[in-house]
């Protein structure tokens, strides 16, 4: 049977479990929508923020719904991904989002960061937000130099909103004594869980409904069994959900039953 006629057979208008979902579409169980009403706590407030989860934890899609729900003409969103870059590449970052060609040198490079950023806010009335994924792998300088940035008009108030995303050694790592300064201005914290059982039984639905189908397609125990691999961590469900579907329909069935999510639980955990 080729996988290609997959969702054919399970009469899906689209494969379910993707990635490209518009925040419209985003299941919304607790954790998550918790960790988007932080964020954009955080983004109004002009605040530093912490946003904590394992991987696969949904913490990039997070982001994403809270910044769906912004004005797009009173924000400007400055995304750094890529932490290997170095304290010039967080400037660099941001001048660029900004419109500006950074400077070389970085000792002019700072301060072209700071009139960037204080412009975007007094000359053009937007509000800009730094977000720093991966932050878990940003250096000692790098998490230093975000600090200094925060620093504005002697403390009165703050050029932007920031926020750190990455894996729980970022929390463990912003509580030594080396960034107690950087500690104490961080306005928010949240650690995002793994989805309660009921809530992953209720993902799969979702799924299922957004692919075309509107019953029940995997069984009680499947469910089950997905979220205990899972944690109930999104991108592992998603990975565990797929590798049963394609099981289930190797072996022909309608439904996907506990023997299918264990056949993929043995194809996703088995090295």
């Not at 003409?73 to 170095?86: F, K």
Request: proline letters at 4%; one cysteine or more.
């Amino acid at each position: 049977m080729s996988i290609q006629n997959l969702p054919a057979f399970y009469g899906f208008t689209t494969m379910p479990f993707g990635k490209s979902l518009a925040p419209s579409m985003l299941h919304r169980h607790h954790g998550h929508n918790e960790a988007v009403a932080r964020i954009s706590w955080c983004i109004t407030g002009r605040s530093l923020g912490v946003i904590t989860g394992e991987v696969g934890a949904g913490k990039t899609v997070a982001v994403r719904a809270a910044l769906a729900g912004l004005d797009q003409s009173r924000h400007t969103i400055v995304y750094l991904g890529n932490p290997s870059t170095g304290t010039r590449g967080i400037y660099g970052g941001i001048v660029t989002a900004l419109g500006g060609v950074p400077r070389f040198h970085k000792a002019n490079l700072i301060p072209q960061t700071t009139a960037l950023l204080a412009a975007e806010d007094n000359e053009r009335g937007r509000a800009v937000t730094v977000i720093c994924d991966e932050a878990h792998l940003l250096d000692t300088e790098q998490l230093e130099e975000l600090r200094l940035l925060t620093n504005a008009d002697m403390d009165s108030r703050s050029p932007f909103a920031a926020l750190l995303i990455g894996q729980p050694t970022l929390r463990r790592k912003i509580k030594l004594g080396t960034f107690a300064a950087l500690d104490q201005r961080i306005a928010l914290r949240y650690a995002m869980p793994g989805m309660q059982p009921e809530e992953t039984k209720t993902y799969l639905s979702h799924h299922i409904t957004l692919a075309g189908r509107n019953d029940t397609l995997f069984s009680d125990d499947a469910a089950a069994l997905i979220h205990q691999v899972s944690r109930g961590l999104p991108r592992a469900v998603n990975n565990l959900a797929i590798q049963s579907l394609i099981a289930a329909y190797a072996d022909n069935k309608s439904i996907v039953d506990e023997s299918s999510a264990r056949a993929a639980v043995t194809e996703v955990t088995t090295e």
